[in-house]
């Protein structure tokens, strides 16, 4: 199947700001997703965006939509060092059952 | 207050051996899914379940069966057939699209 393609790793020092690229397969999709996960646990919903919103804020974090590029990005601002976890972008397909289609992930490391 | 439980967090199996992984979720969800992740492979989906009595094969059900009597249960068995079945599986419910998945705290599966 087509993947959903993230950057395996990311490293930010503590205080600037971190920004984790997606990029998702089907023009189609109608919600697009920001997971987290830490280490040995299973994954929070961060936030997510519906497909005819360009950009969605919330405290520190900014999502903006591409949806010409299919292009989905989650910035962190003041980034910490507990954000340091493993981030999940994903995209909501129309077709088919209601299954969520995940990309490989991104490592974020903060370096104090 | 409201989950859903994966047990056990870790668990140790003879190679041969078939091994039962619990789910179970008290939020009233219709969909239940299961995950494998491997490292720097994301998450793959297994197999998943709209609805009770009723489940559909995901991208790598090969050695996996599943069952869904009830609403809130839906256990994997990994099977002798499974070739590389050491890995972390996570499973998740959700009720609808906008909502996204909740996910389990994960089981980790090693083969010794």
């Known amino acids: 199947g087509e993947d959903v393609e993230q950057s395996l790793f990311l490293s930010v020092r503590e205080g600037d700001s971190s920004v984790i690229n997606c990029t998702y397969t089907?023009?189609?999709?109608?919600?697009l997703y920001w997971y987290k996960q830490e280490p040995g646990a299973g994954l929070q919903l961060l936030t997510y965006?519906?497909?005819?919103?360009d950009m969605k804020q919330d405290q520190r974090l900014t999502v903006l939509l591409n949806k010409k590029d299919k292009h989905l990005s989650l910035r962190i601002a003041d980034t910490q060092t507990g954000d340091s976890a493993i981030y999940f972008c994903a995209e909501s397909r129309r077709t088919g059952a209601n299954n969520l289609f995940f990309g490989t992930g991104t490592r974020l490391t903060v370096i104090p | 207050d409201g989950g859903i439980t994966q047990s056990p967090k870790y668990l140790f199996r003879k190679e041969g051996q078939n091994v039962t992984l619990s789910c179970e979720q008290n939020?009233?969800?219709?969909?239940m899914y299961w995950y494998r992740q491997d490292p720097g492979q994301g998450l793959r989906l297994i197999y998943y379940?709209?609805?009770?009595?009723?489940?559909q094969k995901g991208d790598i059900a090969e050695g996996y069966s599943v069952s869904r009597e009830k609403k809130e249960s839906f256990p994997l068995t990994v099977t002798s057939a499974q070739k590389n079945p050491t890995a972390f599986y996570l499973c998740?419910?959700?009720?609808?699209?906008?909502?996204?998945?909740?996910f389990g705290s994960g089981t980790r599966l090693t083969v010794v």
């Open positions: 965006i519906f497909s005819n919103m």
């Open positions: 089907d023009s189609s999709s109608t919600y």
């Open positions: 379940s709209q609805i009770v009595n009723d489940f």
């Open positions: 939020l009233n969800h219709d969909a």
């Open positions: 998740a419910s959700s009720m609808g699209r906008i909502l996204g998945y909740t």
